[in-house]
């Protein structure tokens, strides 16, 4: 009788354990090198600057006369992709995309060199008052997006931002990578990209839109397209936050 009640313990046990464990599918490779592209060695860093209330107008005109600067002067490596403040979403904040074409190496390069720059330093000082919290991420680009390239306004901006459930990065792309040909009509996708160094397992889609009401008719519109539903309703669970800025973009913006 004991040994017969230790096996069956035995093998409820191993039966519990078996509703916990998975078998996790082995990957050969970097979820980077799965799903960036591989023609470019394209680095990006989002900047998302929150500004005192009463410093935005101060900001944005300080930020107006420096930027251009930086990423027009041939001696340092990025460029400057976009700059908005965002209009609906959280208030008095500034977002900045910077690309940088050469990867690390060209970030190192601009960051030594500015940190040597006069006019910058006293830049980030005087910026450094206006300011109530920032944070960055250095970003890929999914190699199935559009290349973020400037174009002509006006324009709105939505940044819509996915904080995904650790290990499903690689769904995310399968599915996008199918889900974006129903995104295209329109001119509206500007950019994808996933996150390397700050908050993890980050997406960030970038879209443009002539207004709010363009924009309402161009998603509503995607519904009536056969296979969108199915790629919506696979990728929703892959989701543990997400969040949609629209953006207003400054005058120095290359994305108007």
Not at 38 to 59: D, G, I, M
Not at 62 to 81: D, G, T
Not at 112 to 119: C, G, I, M
Not at 171 to 191: H, L, S, T
Request: hydrophobic letters at 35%; proline letters at 5%; a positive charge.
């Amino acid at each position: 009788r004991g040994l017969g009640s230790s096996a069956r313990s035995a093998r409820e046990d191993s039966w519990l354990k078996s509703l916990f464990v998975r078998k996790v599918d082995p990957r050969k490779d970097a979820h980077s090198n799965l799903l960036a592209k591989r023609e470019t060695s394209s680095l990006y860093k989002l900047q998302f600057h929150n500004v005192k209330p009463e410093c935005l107008e101060a900001y944005n005109k300080l930020c107006q006369e420096v930027l251009p600067k930086i990423h027009e002067e041939k001696h340092y490596p990025c460029a400057l992709v976009g700059t908005w403040n965002t209009w609906y979403g959280e208030q008095d904040q500034a977002v900045h995309l910077w690309r940088y074409e050469g990867g690390y190496p060209a970030l190192n390069e601009v960051m030594s060199k500015l940190r040597q720059n006069k006019e910058f330093t006293e830049f980030r000082k005087e910026r450094g008052n206006m300011l109530l919290s920032r944070k960055n991420q250095l970003l890929l680009e999914f190699s199935f997006w559009n290349e973020p390239v400037p174009r002509n306004g006006p324009n709105i901006y939505e940044l819509r931002s996915y904080q995904l459930r650790p290990g499903t990065m690689i769904e995310w792309g399968n599915y996008w990578a199918r889900a974006i040909r129903f995104r295209q009509d329109n001119n509206e996708a500007v950019g994808g990209f996933f996150s390397q160094i700050g908050q993890l397992y980050m997406v960030h889609h970038l879209w443009a839109y002539k207004d709010l009401q363009t924009r309402e008719d161009i998603r509503n519109a995607a519904w009536h397209k056969p296979g969108w539903d199915e790629l919506v309703y696979y990728t929703v669970p892959l989701i543990q936050e997400m969040e949609s800025r629209i953006m207003i973009p400054l005058k120095i913006s290359p994305l108007q």
